[in-house]
């Protein structure tokens, strides 16, 4: 695969991810009925879930910028590993925050090889 390529299909999953995150932290912003009626019955408050989706929108435009891609990239795994823990902890459904997950580690992955390198390296640390 060409560099252009890869770099379109990089792009083209962040844009994707973006519209996900985007769409998650609006509802928590705006205070959702049903989002927050489920964010209840984790025992979650409506100022904590308003924050939260603050939370989402500054680690997803940290993930955007490329120079704090990495950085953004670490903090919406760190957040979906806690969305995942949370419904795991009240017997929900997981298989939507795992799919996001596998994306996002894919897609940094892609846009990022220096990440991809550092995580599968063979090489040990001195």
């Given at each position: 695969?060409?560099q252009?390529?890869?770099k379109i299909?990089g792009w083209?999953m962040?844009?994707?991810?973006?519209?996900?995150?985007?769409?998650?932290?609006?509802?928590k912003?705006?205070?959702?009925?049903?989002?927050?009626?489920?964010?209840?019955?984790?025992?979650?408050?409506a100022?904590?879930?308003?924050?939260?989706?603050i939370?989402e929108?500054i680690?997803?435009?940290l993930?955007?910028?490329p120079?704090?891609?990495?950085?953004?990239?670490?903090?919406?795994?760190?957040?979906?590993?806690?969305?995942?823990?949370?419904?795991l902890?009240?017997?929900?459904?997981?298989?939507?925050?795992v799919?996001?997950?596998?994306?996002?580690?894919?897609?940094?992955?892609i846009?990022?090889?220096?990440?991809?390198?550092?995580i599968?390296?063979?090489?040990?640390?001195?």
């Amino acid at each position: 695969m060409s560099q252009k390529a890869i770099k379109i299909t990089g792009w083209t999953m962040t844009i994707v991810l973006a519209l996900v995150f985007t769409m998650s932290a609006f509802l928590k912003l705006t205070q959702n009925e049903t989002a927050l009626a489920q964010a209840s019955s984790f025992g979650i408050d409506a100022t904590t879930y308003q924050f939260i989706g603050i939370i989402e929108i500054i680690s997803l435009i940290l993930f955007i910028v490329p120079r704090t891609g990495i950085l953004g990239t670490m903090l919406l795994v760190a957040y979906l590993g806690g969305a995942i823990v949370t419904h795991l902890q009240h017997q929900q459904p997981i298989a939507m925050a795992v799919i996001f997950q596998i994306l996002l580690w894919v897609t940094a992955f892609i846009r990022f090889p220096e990440l991809k390198q550092r995580i599968f390296s063979t090489k040990r640390a001195r």
